[in-house]
């Protein structure tokens, strides 16, 4: 499985990784603080420690597990992908996410779900992901997991005056796709130290066993109002752009 390993004590905060990943995916420019359905990744300061966030891609992810449409899902390849044709706007995912990373289009009147796809297209012809190829620090590595872990743990044992003994990501949520090594405490970086080892479904599957029904249904409707709602868009927009074609034909048409 691809996975990503972020080293804190190297990244020296250039961007150049929130560049790549915005030209990647056709993104607009700026908005470059937080994470939002235009920006994947965004580079945090803790203390003049520079640190990445975007989606972990978890093992077992809590997101896909909680949608009742199956619009997201972990590649055996590593990435957590999403398929915008799938999704009915409920959100679930959102509140699900341990590590608050999909973000919606509040904005666009056909609203996505937006977060990191880990380059999916990139890795499927064989190339690493955007963010990693610029990266010129070391900071950002590609590569298979358990080759990345080997290499986590070659870092800590080399220099256990820089690095702390841990590599996050490894155990969290029972595991994922992006890790990362410090020099300093998870917690001091922002990261959440409460995490279980557990894969979070299990949690989410525990919790939703407990909710009754009509609670669930209630949301799925919501889900399939919310559906409704931007096809009804979508269909208006279309009609729009039909009867605009139509007006600019009849135009040439009569003169
Ligand atoms: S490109 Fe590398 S060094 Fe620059 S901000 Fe991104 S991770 Fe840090
Ligand atoms: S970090 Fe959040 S959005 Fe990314 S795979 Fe895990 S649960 Fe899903
Ligand atoms: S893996 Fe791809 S989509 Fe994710 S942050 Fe890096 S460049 Fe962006």
New binding site residues.
């Given amino acids: 499985m691809k996975s990503l390993l972020i080293d804190t004590t190297k990244c020296v905060g250039c961007l150049e990784c929130v560049g790549a990943c915005k030209r990647a995916n056709n993104l607009p420019e700026g908005d470059t603080e937080e994470l939002s359905w235009k920006t994947y990744t965004v580079v945090k300061e803790f203390k003049g420690i520079y640190v990445r966030k975007l ?4 093992s077992n ?4 597990s909680v949608c009742p449409v199956g619009a ?1 899902h ?1 590649t055996s390849a590593g990435p ?1 992908v999403y398929d915008e044709d799938k999704c009915i706007g409920c959100r679930y ?1 959102m509140v ?4 608050s ?2 973000k919606y289009e509040w904005s666009n009147p056909l609203p996505r779900i937006r ?1 990191c796809i880990f380059c999916a297209e990139r890795l499927a012809k064989g190339l690493q992901t955007a963010c990693a190829e610029a990266c010129q620090y070391g900071a950002t590595t590609f590569g298979d997991r358990e080759a990345l872990l080997e290499e986590g743990r070659s870092r800590i044992e080399a220099e256990p005056d820089k690095y702390i003994n841990q590599i996050y990501g490894e155990n969290e ?1 029972g595991g ?1 796709s992006t890790m990362f090594l410090a020099g300093v405490s998870f917690s001091e970086l922002g990261f959440r130290t409460d995490l279980a080892k557990d894969p ?1 479904p299990m949690l989410t599957w525990k919790v939703l066993s407990m909710i009754p029904d009509i609670v669930i249904m209630g949301g799925v409707i919501m889900g399939g109002i919310a559906w409704l709602t931007n096809r009804k868009n979508e269909v208006s927009l279309h009609e729009l752009m039909e009867k605009d074609k139509e007006k600019s034909l009849n135009k040439k048409d009569s003169k």
């Fill in positions: 989606c972990m891609h978890c992810p809590s997101c896909a997201l972990k957590v995912c699900a996410c341990p590590f990373v999909p977060k949520v994922t979070m």
